[in-house]
């Protein structure tokens, strides 16, 4: 899974880059925490890394949506309101998959 | 060890007197705020301790008729009197003030907490123990039989939640009924072994005196063990001098036995029912301060913290901006261009409500600093940067009182109490004022959202990482300049993660954000009237025949090396007030709204280019400390010299850096 889970952020980080580079940069640092997490061989440690990889994911995933929610606001200030673009969706995707892993990561 | 012997107690009514007062004493992050909110409920206030500036909190409830004073004493470890906040908590429990003294402690963790329990206890003081967090350690699985604690501590037990208010009605019952009697209600005696009860009594036997007021037993071991004031104290008083060998060695060995009394302790009152390989924060710890990792988390935390504060934000921001504006439009519609339409609307609404339009942004970012704080991720922080820190001869525990910088670097100077070497403290003090604090950050959005739109958050935060920069240089600078010294290690407890709650978070960013609102209802408003006035007079709203004018034109020579405008330089000399009056200068100079970036980017774009406005930005990032933060550093270091150095260097800092800035930002752009 922290496989899954690292391409998937990858994917989403170099997709941000193109928009906002230092987003992008970070969300590939979040990445390397499931890089990291495959080469764990002690089982807890494994999903450790799984476990707070999901939980960054969540709160930059989070930080995504709340950004294109508040900007329905816009129209009152005359501006047009932001477009989710195909990073924001992969990331917005990830942490989907990343609410079911910290809900089995607390539950372990 | 041998067990504990309990003393008599002596039971007697308290009459004629409905008043208690409660000390609350703990080790930091045991939860302790949360119980003194939890009993006082909306009544906390913050008050100053006589005599010495420490933030105290004193809140007040009623239960059974009794007027229950509750004082939230500093988070100590110990109460050694090394470091200041140990030396107050300790004065005040000896000092006789409190009626009770409640000892909070931490129901997962309490090795910490019963090691500070066993010292009030021979201090001879009433002393409940309310061990918190009580709804955690039965998640895990941890049983806790209080009978047990009760049986060996020698002192009544209460099992608290503050989240979900559990034990709470028992501790309001126990502290009315223990009040209402007198003396002291369980003596014990802890029993160190023949070698050291001896010396004891040896002691005892030659004390004639007891100039601080503590139980001669603990006065005694105090000496023994060579308590800095305590030693003192019996030297005065005749007692013969210890080598320095002698003094450490019973240090030790009460440690010791201490340690292995609360252990045994533990081992009888304490079962858990699961044995986990790792916990949830051990876990999260193993990649949180993992060797490769943490340091690009914290940044990509702090990334996210800006990013949050300048974005999401934002369009709260702009909202209020548009309502003021319309406001002050509607007000001159209303009254007619003159003198008080413009003290209305160029004065109290454009003055106030520039700064006020950023209020959004503060909550944000005390939002997101509070949900990394009550989480239990700001301790690691400082733990992961201690290795970085100590290159800069300072400590991770330096660290912590420096974040609180990104909100006011009045509290980042008073919160430099903590550390116990005077030098290190001294050096956070010195630097404390290059962290940005929130006042700042209204003059960088302003300035960013008009020449920076497109990378407006990436600038915020790499203006940031340039202040967190500055400050650790400037230690080393100070450092290597007077003291050439090494820096303290860090001992800190780490807290459990945890999910903050929603009170919390609240009760966090109101409190420092009210601090925002107070200054804009108080010094912002007074000096954007005053502003109003030096902008409007003599040349009835000509600004270029005001009295800022002839103020702004005489210190234009300043800043010839940047070329500023007068305007710019007043708003600087303004700013020294307070730095969030830069942004009502601005606006009130250079009459513009700041809804109307295409305006306020033609009027200043006049005057400014990108590389200047970037060089005023680093400018406003490092220059003098307002004049709260000026009058804490006095009432800190006790010293004129200290304070003028402060602001001498932090000037000379930021105008050395900013003409840096100018010059490459100028060579770069002309490339």
Not at chain 2, 340 to 352: E, K, P, T, Y
Not at chain 2, 404 to 424: H, W, Y
Not at chain 2, 576 to 583: F, L, P, Q, R, S
Request: net charge neutral; charged share 20%.
């Amino acid at each position: 899974m922290n496989l899954v889970m690292f391409l998937l952020t990858a994917l989403s980080g170099i997709l941000e880059f193109w928009n906002d580079r230092l987003l992008g940069f970070f969300i590939l640092v979040i990445s390397l925490v499931f890089l990291f997490g495959c080469f764990e061989k002690q089982r807890e440690r494994y999903r450790a890394h799984l476990f707070v990889g999901s939980v960054l994911v969540l709160f930059f995933a989070g930080f995504s949506l709340i950004s294109y929610l508040v900007s329905f606001l816009m129209p009152l200030l005359g501006e047009e309101p932001k477009s989710l673009t195909l990073g924001d969706a992969v990331l917005v995707s990830s942490g989907f998959i990343s609410i079911l892993n910290v809900y089995r990561g607390r539950r372990k | 060890m041998r067990p504990v012997r309990h003393g008599l107690c002596q039971v007697a009514d308290k009459k004629g007197s409905g008043e208690v007062r409660v000390a609350l004493v703990g080790c930091p992050n045991v939860g302790k705020t949360s119980l003194f909110n939890a009993l006082t409920g909306s009544k906390q206030y913050v008050a100053n301790w006589p005599g010495v500036t420490v933030e105290k909190k004193e809140g007040v409830f009623l239960h059974k008729g009794f007027r229950i004073s509750v004082i939230d004493l500093p988070g100590t470890y110990a109460l050694d009197y090394n470091s200041l906040d140990e030396k107050i908590t300790r004065d005040y429990i000896l000092s006789g003030e409190p009626d009770l003294i409640v000892l909070v402690g931490d129901s997962v963790n309490p090795e910490q907490s019963l090691y500070l329990l066993l010292e009030i206890v021979e201090m001879e003081k009433k002393v409940i123990l309310a061990l918190t967090a009580y709804d955690e350690a039965k998640k895990m699985g941890i049983k806790i039989d209080k009978y047990e604690l009760q049986k060996h501590l020698g002192v009544p037990v209460v099992l608290v939640s503050s989240i979900t208010g559990e034990g709470l009605e028992e501790l309001k019952d126990l502290i009315v009924d223990y009040s209402a009697r007198k003396g002291v209600l369980h003596k014990v005696h802890l029993d160190y072994g023949e070698a050291m009860e001896k010396r004891i009594r040896e002691v005892l036997n030659n004390l004639t005196d007891l100039p601080i007021g503590a139980p001669p037993r603990y006065f005694a071991m105090k000496y023994l063990s060579g308590d800095t004031q305590f030693y003192q104290e019996a030297l005065k008083s005749g007692l013969p001098e210890l080598s320095e060998e002698e003094r450490i060695a019973f240090k030790i060995s009460l440690s010791k036995k201490k340690r292995e009394l609360i252990e045994n302790v533990i081992k009888e009152a304490y079962q858990s029912s699961e044995e986990k390989v790792l916990s949830l924060s051990e876990a999260i710890d193993h990649v949180l301060t993992h060797k490769f990792l943490s340091f690009p988390l914290f940044f990509a935390f702090m990334y996210l913290v800006f990013k949050f504060t300048f974005e999401t934000a934002q369009v709260f921001s702009d909202l209020l901006d548009l309502a003021f504006t319309n406001l002050g439009n509607l007000l001159v519609e209303r009254l007619g261009e003159n003198a008080i339409s413009s003290f209305m609307a160029d004065g109290l609404i454009s003055g106030v409500g520039s700064v006020l339009t950023f209020v959004p942004n503060i909550f944000f970012l005390f939002l997101a600093m509070g949900f990394l704080e009550e989480s239990g991720y700001l301790p690691r922080a400082a733990f992961v940067m201690d290795r970085i820190m100590e290159k800069f001869k300072l400590s991770g525990r330096s660290f912590m009182s420096l974040l609180l910088g990104f909100g006011c670097n009045v509290s980042s100077v008073m919160s430099t109490r903590v550390i116990d070497d005077p030098k290190e403290r001294l050096v956070t003090i010195l630097i404390s004022p290059f962290m940005s604090c929130s006042a700042r950050l209204p003059v960088y959005l302003l300035i960013l959202r008009i020449f920076f739109p497109h990378a407006s958050a990436a600038l915020l935060f790499s203006l940031y990482t340039l202040s967190i920069l500055i400050t650790l240089l400037s230690s080393s600078f100070i450092n290597w300049l007077f003291y050439r010294g090494r820096s303290s290690p860090l001992i800190i407890e780490l807290p459990r993660y945890r999910f903050p709650t929603f009170r919390n978070l609240y009760l966090y960013t109101w409190n420092r954000g009210k601090h925002f609102l107070k200054k804009a209802g108080t010094i912002i408003l007074l000096a954007s009237i005053a502003i109003w006035f030096l902008t409007y007079f003599p040349g009835n709203g000509n600004v270029e025949e005001s009295f800022s004018a002839s103020i702004g034109k005489a210190l234009t020579w300043i800043f010839k090396p940047f070329d500023y405008s007068w305007k710019i330089t007043l708003s600087l000399f303004y700013g020294a007030v307070a730095k969030e009056v830069i942004v009502s200068s601005i606006t009130m100079l250079y009459n513009f709204d700041e809804v109307e970036l295409e305006t306020a980017r033609s009027v200043l774009g006049l005057e400014m280019d990108p590389v200047k406005a970037f060089t005023f930005l680093v400018f406003v990032m490092a220059y003098i400390p307002c004049i709260a933060t000026v009058a804490t550093i006095y009432s800190e270091t006790n010293s004129l010299k200290w304070t003028l150095f402060s602001v001498l260097y932090s000037f000379g800092i930021a105008y050395s850096l900013s003409l840096l800035v100018y010059k490459i930002g100028g060579l770069v752009v002309r490339s």
